[in-house]
């Protein structure tokens, strides 16, 4: 796909639909996706080969429970989440308890 600025990505799905994968070989830039099922379980950014950021979401049935970063200097940053009866999130709280 062409955007308006110029850049051309390239997206690949798997046989269900889902997408695994998107590229821009001009910015060096590619994003992977992870799949649970149905659910989206993590995606990597990458420059030039190598990640740059890595994020991952836990649920609960359908409910968003947990969503961590992976972040600059290593490690990971946990998120909760507070969700409504039918699943949509409402509020993100850090591990402190602190809302976001």
Known sequence: MDTPSGETWYYRYDPFGRRVSKRC???GKEVRYLWDGDQIAEVRHYR???QTSRRHWVYNG???VVQQRH???GGWETDFVSSAQN???QAL???EGELR
Request: no cysteine.
């Open 25 to 27: 070989a001009e910015r």
């Open 48 to 50: 030039q080969g190598q």
């Open 62 to 64: 359908w409910a968003l």
């Open 71 to 73: 972040t600059t200097a």
């Open 87 to 89: 699943g949509e999130p």
């Open 93 to 95: 709280y850090d591990s």
